[in-house]
């Protein structure tokens, strides 16, 4: 199979040029997104908390994937809120998202974290 699927972060992506590749694209839930929560926990979370949080949250750091997805990390007030991004050229599709209590320290090759 190879790395295509390697979740591992190759490069950090700086905010701006992250801005720069999400903006005036459509925003879209994939199914999956949500597959791994309770009918419960489906009533109380909402896709649009997703959509908002991409369009007009600040993450605290973002992350290219060995896979070509993007991992961009924000604070909540439990820790952080990690989505995984498909970003095409003229969509976005939010893949998965998860809960992470922290940011993880990645050190490149190149010095650059």
Known sequence: MGDIYSTRAIEEVDRIRF???T????????????????????????EEELIYMLKRENPRKIFL???GRYASYYRKSDGYRKLILEIEDSKIIIVSFMDPPEIPKIRFKNGKN
């Open 65 to 67: 994937q060995k896979n």
């Open 23 to 46: 903006s005036n694209k459509c925003i879209e839930v994939s199914p999956h997104t949500i597959d791994h929560l309770s009918d419960a926990q489906r009533k109380v979370f909402k």
């Open 19 to 21: 801005k720069d590749i």
